[in-house]
Structure formats: C-alpha cells, structure tokens
C-alpha cells in the first residue's frame, strides 16, 4: 500500500516562490503517474499538474502553465512542484496523488481516478 506524504508548504508573499515535495511511504512511484491538485475553501479539489514516473511528460492545467513546474527524481523516489510568481488565489491546500497509467491523459485531471493520496499541505499567499 502506497502512502504519500508531502512537506513544502507555508506562507510567502505574493510574487515569492515555493518548492513541494511528495514521496511515497512503503512504495514507489515507477508504475505511476504522479499529479498535485488542490483544494481552496469553498471549493473544489482541482488539478494542478501531472507527472508520468516512467519518461517525465508533464500536464499542466492551464491556470499555471509557466508558472508551476512538476518534475521528479527517480533517484530519490521523490516528486515535485516547483511554484513561482504565486498569487492570493493561489491559496489552497496541495494534494499529491498517484494513478497508473491511462491512454487519455484527460483521466490524469480527475481526482476520482486516483487510488492514492497524500495529506495535504498548505500554501498560503499573502497579498
């Protein structure tokens, strides 16, 4: 059983940046795809970025495509979100989840389709 569990979040200011981190307890993460989503009061969880462990091809949602990047280390068996420029909106708590492989990478945008997810962690951008 796959657990994930992920560090990185906290406070910054408008415009600062943030590193995630997401590795998996008692697992590996080879045979899937790893995504961050997330998931703002009131709101909807939605998804962020997507990651295949296998050959890196990343997904972004539009929301941060050139500001968010998802990368790996395989050494290391840890995945990332690298956030820049961040904006109030951007407040949320940030979810790492896990799924195997599909042929329709729209799949990799629905929370329903992850078997696997971390705890959460925080992100908060002050104006």
């Known amino acids: 059983q796959v657990q994930l569990v992920e560090s990185g979040g906290g406070l910054v200011q408008a415009g600062g940046a943030l590193k995630l981190s997401c590795a998996p307890s008692?697992?590996?993460?080879?045979?899937?795809?790893m995504s961050w989503f997330r998931q703002a009061p009131g709101k909807e969880r939605e998804f962020v970025a997507a990651i295949t462990w296998k050959d890196g091809t990343t997904y972004y949602a539009d929301s941060v495509k050139g500001l968010f990047t998802v990368s790996r280390d395989s050494a290391e068996n840890t995945g990332y979100l690298q956030m820049s420029s961040l904006k109030p909106k951007a407040t949320a708590v940030y979810y790492c989840a896990a799924t195997g492989y599909s042929s329709r990478r729209y799949c990799y945008t629905l929370p329903e389709r992850y078997t696997f997810w971390g705890q959460g962690t925080k992100v908060t951008v002050s104006s």
């Open positions: 008692g697992g590996t993460f080879s045979h899937y795809v």
